[in-house]
């Protein structure tokens, strides 16, 4: 097949042309915009599949991840095709597994985060002036949306951990309070309205699948955490209760149901290798 989606820096309007020739080819692909950011840019989601027993993915948190977001373009792409040519996918035949399930994928929840790591000040729109006191040295990782609140940080706080930063940055600031954030409600909104069956969060960072193994975790997610481990060869990690809780820990805590994440290294010009190690994992948490 001709992929729609190549690497590139995947910005905002890159995104949003990405979007569009999935939908040219793709009709059938369900485009929602769920909330709009601080700086006014749309947050979408791509769906397929029933509006019932849906797996929801989520990437580019953090303004200096691009890799996951194009990851997850590409494999709702790999889906649509699955579907449009009635083809297999990792194994998996789509169409029969999509009448009975869906998938959601929220492929850039912080674009004003990704504008300002690739442009600077310039991306920043009325936060210019705000950003650029951040670059007066050297540019810094963005990894926070332009209010500079770090996104992951701000689904829940943990009172026993004490915050690092307690100003708004380009990393690590919580936030006033949980789902203080534009980004953070429209992820959560989104969740509480359509009652997913699991989460998964992918980041660039270390090879590996991170879950929970407390009290509060549900108890078929290590079963499921070893599934996706094998299937894409990552290691399992427990992820142990630090500031940085993100969609997992609150994912598990509002629904009680399985929610990880998936770290993955490589780069963006390595796009299509990279998901290649991941396409079964990612087919194989929505479809079985």
Not at 173 to 192: H, I, M, N, Q, V
Request: aromatic share 10%.
């Amino acid at each position: 097949m001709k992929y729609t989606v190549r690497p590139c820096l995947s910005d905002y309007n890159t995104n949003k042309q990405i979007i569009e020739d999935l939908i040219k080819e793709y009709p059938f692909l369900d485009v929602q915009l769920i909330g709009r950011t601080g700086l006014g840019r749309g947050i979408f989601s791509l769906s397929l599949g029933k509006n019932k027993n849906n797996a929801i993915y989520i990437g580019s948190v953090r303004g200096s991840d691009g890799l996951s977001c194009l990851i997850l373009y590409l494999f709702i792409e790999r889906l649509c095709y699955a579907v449009k040519s009635n083809h297999n996918l990792a194994s998996v035949n789509v169409r029969k597994a999509l009448s009975m399930s869906g998938v959601t994928v929220i492929p850039c929840l912080n674009p004003d985060g990704r504008e300002i790591f690739l442009h600077g000040s310039e991306g920043a729109g009325a936060m210019g002036s705000f950003v650029s006191s951040f670059f007066n040295t050297e540019k810094p990782q963005w990894d926070a949306n332009a209010m500079g609140v770090d996104i992951n940080r701000n689904f829940i706080f943990r009172d026993s951990i004490k915050e690092a930063v307690h100003s708004p940055a380009p990393s690590l600031f919580r936030g006033d309070y949980p789902e203080s954030e534009a980004e953070t409600k429209a992820f959560t909104r989104l969740c509480r309205l359509r009652n997913f069956r699991r989460c998964l969060e992918l980041f660039s960072g270390e090879d590996g699948i991170f879950f929970r193994s407390e009290e509060d975790e549900p108890v078929s997610s290590q079963m499921m955490a070893k599934i996706i481990s094998c299937s894409c060869s990552y290691p399992l990690s427990t992820a142990k209760s630090t500031g940085q809780t993100g969609s997992m820990d609150w994912f598990i805590k509002e629904f009680r149901r399985p929610a990880f994440s998936l770290g993955t290294q490589g780069d963006i010009s390595g796009l299509y290798s990279v998901y290649g190690r991941l396409e079964e994992a990612l087919t194989v948490f929505a479809l079985l």
